[in-house]
């Protein structure tokens, strides 16, 4: 009876969002135009409840750091794709920094199994490890040269964030400069480090 009812009806509408969320609605659809101010809004909402949800999948607090900008990027490059009808903007970007987050654990596993097996094996690298790593060293070069295109603040601040593991926090105290103003220039190098690689995201 209570089906038939329900049948009656016809399809339940969508549940309202909240305010924030709605907030964020309209900040997605501005990152997807390119606005860089919208993003920064977005980065200083979100950044902190994907790095602790990330944090929480990998447990190591610098691979933490790192796979939070890498989902932040992500946001950057993907906002076009959020579908408000499909869930919040929070849920989206949860799923992301999940996903990316589980991506890191099997990448780390896939790793570690590489290395036994090489360690294991008497017989010369395949053609194809060899050939990935000559990719990678290229690929770091790209990375290097647009390094130092950024301002010196911005350079400084990726370089100890990405390659020496420290934490936002950290890096403040080691550049003597407000943790905003790292935290602002992390988000802008990364900005200029996509469009210096020229990558099409």
């Not at 977005?42 to 890498?70: C, F, K, N």
């Not at 602002?184 to 990364?190: A, E, P, S, V």
């Amino acid at each position: 009876m209570d089906q038939d009812a329900a049948r009656a009806r016809g399809p339940r509408a969508a549940e309202p969002v909240p305010e924030p969320e709605r907030g964020l609605v309209d900040l997605l659809g501005a990152v997807a135009r390119g606005d860089e101010a919208a993003f920064g809004e977005v980065y200083d909402r979100v950044a902190p409840a994907v790095h602790g949800l990330v944090r929480r999948v990998l447990r190591d607090p610098a691979q933490s750091e790192e796979v939070t900008q890498e989902v932040m990027v992500e946001v950057w490059r993907t906002a076009c794709r959020y579908d408000p009808r499909r869930g919040t903007p929070r849920a989206w970007l949860m799923t992301l920094a999940h996903r990316r987050a589980v991506d890191r654990v099997r990448s780390e596993q896939v790793g570690a199994d590489r290395e036994a097996r090489a360690a294991a094996a008497e017989v010369g690298r395949p053609y194809d490890e060899v050939a990935e790593e000559v990719t990678d060293r290229m690929e770091r070069e790209r990375v290097r040269r647009c390094l130092d295109t950024l301002t010196e603040l911005q350079e400084q601040s990726v370089r100890l964030a990405y390659y020496g593991g420290y934490t936002y926090r950290e890096v403040a105290r080691l550049l003597s400069a407000p943790l905003g103003t790292v935290k602002t220039r992390m988000r802008d190098g990364l900005i200029r480090l996509r469009d210096c690689l020229g990558v099409e995201w």
